[in-house]
């Protein structure tokens, strides 16, 4: 019979591990949980389900990590979760005959309903959210990005859409959301810098104004309601900060000449 891990990087996410584990408990082969130091008990909680676990704290970028993770994957096939997400009933069965049909050179993109302060965002170019997270594990794997990496997907794959749903109960609140936002901004700019890249205030403005009019107007983010609303400005606000990151690091590049 054709197998299937689940892997999943983390770092210090015990309030949501359980219940991500819990959506594929019994009917995956092997869960695979990698860290990168977390200090709550995540440890734990991941193996009380029987998870093998993993650590590296020499954090190298999230593609990377994500490689790492797939080369402790001993099944025919991997399921890449993160800890705030679960799977839906109807995407379990869709997963299931996907691994069972085993078609040849293909990838597959699920979509992903997120919550966000409470509320389940079906606008604001959230949804449908198709996401690349189930492939053989043979086939191909995560790119090196430091942040908003991808599945390298090659002329010679097909990608198929699979049925149901994946829940992601991201942003637990302002704080958190910021806190990330803080992180990606960081991770981005430190990409671009090594990149030889170059911004300016000015347009890390222009972008940060085309984004809030992209997801509230062009993205109807306004029938998410003040849900919608709120989201659009902040992400103007993180689109801003890692143009503005980008530039202060260039900056200081220059003064250390």
Same mark, same amino acid.
Not at 221 to 234: E, S, T, W
């Given at each position: ?8 990087? &983390? ?21 695979? %949980? ?29 593609? !990377?990590?994500?490689?790492?993770? @797939? ?15 679960? &799977?839906?009933? /109807? ?6 005959? +996907?691994? !069972?049909?085993?078609?040849? *050179?293909? %990838? ?14 079906? =606008?604001?170019?959230?949804? $449908? ?6 492939? $053989? ?15 390298? &997907? ?13 829940? =992601? ?11 990330? #936002?803080?992180?990606?901004? /960081? +991770?981005? +700019?430190?990409?671009?810098? +090594? ?11 222009? =972008?940060?104004? *085309? ?7 062009? !993205? ?14 902040? #992400? #103007? ?14 900056? @200081?590049? !220059? /003064?250390?000449?």
């Amino acid at each position: 019979m054709t197998t299937i891990s689940v892997a999943i990087i &983390v770092k210090n996410e015990a309030n949501q591990l359980s219940q991500c584990l819990e959506s594929v408990k019994g009917w995956v082969d092997e869960i695979i %949980v990698l860290d990168s130091g977390s200090e709550d008990n995540s440890k734990q909680i991941a193996l009380n389900y029987g998870a093998k676990w993993y650590e590296n704290k020499n954090w190298q970028g999230f593609g !990377k990590q994500r490689q790492l993770a @797939q080369s402790y994957v001993t099944s025919d096939y991997i399921l890449w979760l993160d800890a705030d997400e679960q &799977v839906t009933a /109807e995407l379990k069965q869709s997963i299931l005959k +996907a691994i !069972k049909d085993k078609e040849v *050179n293909t %990838v597959y993109k699920i979509s992903r309903l997120s919550e966000v302060f409470g509320k389940q965002i079906k =606008h604001s170019g959230w949804y $449908p959210d198709y996401v690349i997270r189930l492939y $053989p594990t043979q086939l191909t794997q995560y790119n090196d990005s430091l942040v908003h990496e991808k599945v390298i &997907v090659t002329s010679s794959m097909q990608c198929k859409t699979l049925e149901g749903e994946l829940l =992601h109960f991201t942003y637990r609140d302002l704080t958190h959301y910021l806190t990330k #936002s803080a992180q990606y901004s /960081e +991770a981005w +700019a430190t990409q671009r810098f +090594a990149q030889n890249k170059k911004t300016s205030i000015l347009n890390g403005f222009v =972008h940060s104004i *085309n984004s809030f009019l992209k997801m509230y107007i062009i !993205k109807r983010g306004f029938l998410d309601g003040k849900h919608g609303l709120l989201l659009a400005v902040l #992400s #103007s606000f993180s689109v801003f900060s890692k143009y503005a990151n980008l530039w202060v690091k260039n900056q @200081q590049n !220059k /003064e250390n000449k």
